[in-house]
């Protein structure tokens, strides 16, 4: 099962998800029969996280508020992109929709199956997230 609304930054990364594919789904149906799929494809619940409602855009902490990092969040939007992408997870989470990450670590082949799989279960903004930069896949 796939751990809901879980603190993404307690093992490692404080500023993102390296080395996860991130997407956003308007359906809960929809991601569902993904998770449905993700699983039967391989990816265990500990390498999926799925952020719903106002409890997970106050885990994602898009600003650094909650965690008391905003200087560093500031100065990583100055240097990156990131920003825009975080705040329509904010927007999707505040209109009921959710966030998915799955930890795929740089495996090439982990990579396809699961923007693939997302693709076909209507996933949008699919990005994979390096260790300095994200790529935006669907």
Known sequence: MAEINPNPYKDGDPLGPTGRI???FHSLSDLKAA???AKN????????AVFVGAEGAIQLDASGVIRNIEALKMFQNAL????ELFN???EALTRGEAVVSIFVDNDELKKTT???LL???NARK???WGKWQFVGLG
């Not at 494809?41 to 999926?48: E, S």
């Not at 990156?80 to 920003?83: A, F, L, M």
């Open 22 to 24: 991130t997407a956003i």
């Open 35 to 37: 998770l449905t799929d």
């Open 41 to 48: 494809a391989g990816f265990t619940g500990d390498q999926t």
């Open 126 to 128: 699919i990005n994979y």
């Open 88 to 90: 329509e997870f904010n």
């Open 80 to 83: 990156c992109d990131e920003e």
């Open 119 to 121: 693709k076909s279960h």
């Open 114 to 116: 699961i923007v693939d």
